[in-house]
């Protein structure tokens, strides 16, 4: 048992405890920031299964459905809440999706303004779901998938899931 599995998180970007969310369709396991700024930490275990609380992407829409988040500084670096060590941004910038990414247990954060860049004009933009599934988990798919890794996977439930976040998220 890491610590990770027993003790909440505190929010790389604003300090709030964060609440801790296992997806069983999407198998992804993230904490959320719901009482500050919106932001999703994605942790390096996806692929295990354990005995975490388990909710559907509709609970989480209905837990931030409403709410007004705390105003972050996106550009500002932020530490791992894990390792204690600076995270570095990985993304295009530039209108594109950013994350940031800590290279020592692979865990990444994901601001809630970055699904916003990916819902735009109501739409869900589909290359920007697309650039944010890569840089979440390229190199995870790359050891389970091998070279098929590169493939663009279109309607997989966890790619349903950040399309369902971006719709809905605000
Ligand atoms: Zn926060
Ligand atoms: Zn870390």
Redesign the pocket.
Known sequence: MSDNQEKDLV??????I?KKVFIPDAGINIDI?I?????IFFDNREFNKFDEPNESVDEILRMVEGRT??K?DESEQRKCPLCRIPMVKMGSGKGGVQIDVCNKCGAKFLDNGELLKIREGGEVDNTKTDELMNSLYKENLRNVLGENANKPIKSSPRRQFFEDLARKFF
């Not at 929010?11 to 709030?16: D, M, V």
């Not at 009482?35 to 932001?39: F, I, L, S, T, Y």
């Open positions: 929010c790389p970007a604003c300090g709030e964060m920031c009482d500050g700024c919106g932001g988040f705390k972050v």
